[in-house]
């Protein structure tokens, strides 16, 4: 089966604040391994179009520190998987987390 995740990053690593990434990671995994790693520039950050823009890049799952209640209406809308309050790590690292029901996640990062 294949997953591709997304994880917000600044300078290839996880960040904190969703809303506010530098780039995410796409990561592809297939039969439990990652096929495919890229880091993609998002478009300008407004309300709502960072589901859009990672739902039409075919993502099935969001690891994240923290983001806003809307976005995590808008990525249930569109059958994403959300998880939050993780803390750090590289996507690949993370990703494999997952897979390995490993993830340790926490509270939303995010304040608003």
């Known amino acids: 089966m294949k997953m591709k995740f997304a994880i917000p990053t600044l300078n290839n690593q996880l960040t904190a604040h969703f809303g506010h990434c530098e780039k995410f990671a796409i990561v592809e995994v297939e039969e439990d391994k990652v096929i495919n790693e890229e880091f993609i520039v998002p478009p ?63 509270q939303n990062l995010c304040d608003h």
């Open 44 to 106: 300008v950050h407004q309300p709502g179009v960072y589901p859009k823009f990672l739902a039409d890049q075919g993502v099935n799952v969001i690891i994240a520190g923290g983001m806003g209640q809307k976005a995590q209406d808008l990525f249930a809308q569109n059958n994403i998987e959300v998880h939050m309050g993780v803390q750090d790590g590289s996507p690949s690292e993370l990703v494999m987390h997952y897979m390995n029901n490993q993830l340790q996640t926490g």
